[in-house]
């Protein structure tokens, strides 16, 4: 009964385009990528599809800090935080990134977690108990959707971004407790939020304000500090959960808030709790990246990433300009993450295959992920690009774009 079940669910899906596939990765995670799909032999690409924008996932020193760490602590943490796992690597990692973040708050303490999905489940299960609302963005990501879920408090949604809207709800709120909840920068859209803006009204409504800014932090604002940092914020209402897995380059998450919040996490946070601590080694990888990030090498290869969006927009924005018969619209994105919006899932699958084909390796992003009629190619660019990586996109697109339209062919009607 259950195979058949879920074999039905899965045609279903298959005859609306959204079976996902995975790709084995056969090289370190960077812009020259060798992958397979299932038996294929490996194939050599150039990748505008990870989260590592600065190009830290393989950095030497980052390396070599993993190797080390491991050598000094072992490979394994044995058990939880809260059990025997909480090793002086982790310590120091807590203390370097409360020193790195710490400007947005009065006093910051923070707390490490295995990974970002981790973490927003712990802080909105934690905070969100039966006295609490969450305010949160329709286009939050999955793991916030899934925290406000689990949390046992009311939860309100409003239009993404619409500072308006949650205005309006947290001035007709008579919740005791009140969170805003939003990511910083849209995982889909790569738009930035106007946390000032948010944060005022958290001042006004005498709300609380939980950012996550998984793709701003090591990318955005002084010493790659954030969004946060980015907008000057500095609050006691800010409770800001950053992931270590993207700009950061190696993997796990923390949350940095008033040391009473991070204390109530530790004590009550189940998915804190009743998990085993990372590898201790990892948390030494990330310390030495965030290390270098903070640094003259950190604002350079910001700089670097900067100027690949700059260029990258200007060639998509002229190329949807010559080409718009065919509907392709890029999206008003000044971060790393630049989408370009294709419309129906055929069409943006269609396009991606296609560039495949040409060795350019970028994921089509279909609903449910986004809405309905808003399939997209989602390009990220990374500091480890050259300059001439995204010139090839750029003509490799220019002469997809000029096969589809000499085609006479909407989008939509490619197979
Ligand atoms: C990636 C991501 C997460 C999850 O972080 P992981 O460390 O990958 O689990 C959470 N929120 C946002 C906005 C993300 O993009």
Redesign the pocket.
Known sequence: MLIEHLTRQLREREAAGLIRQRRVLHTPCGPKASVSTGEAAPRSLLAFCS?DYLGMASHPAVVEALAEGARRHGAGSGASHLVSGHGLAHEQLEQALADWVGSAFPECRVLG????????LALLTALGDESATLFTDKL?????IDGALLARAQVQRYPHARIDRLEALLSASASPLKLIVT?A???MDGDLVPLDEILALAERFDAWLVV????GLGVLGPQGQGSAAHFGLHSERLIL?G????AVGV???FVAAHPTVIEWLMQTARAYIYTTAASPAVAEATRASVQLLRGPEGDTRRETLRAHIRHFREGVQALVRRHAPLGWSLMPSETAIQPLVIGENAAALALSQSLLEQGLWVPAIRPPTVPAGTARLRFTLSAAHEPQDIDRLLSVLESQARGWQAAGAAPSARP
């Open positions: 989260n977690f295995s990974s970002g999905f981790q973490a927003n939050n990501h999955a793991s916030l990511d920068v849209f995982s996550d800014d998984a793709h959960m992931t270590l897995g993207k993997s796990g998450a």
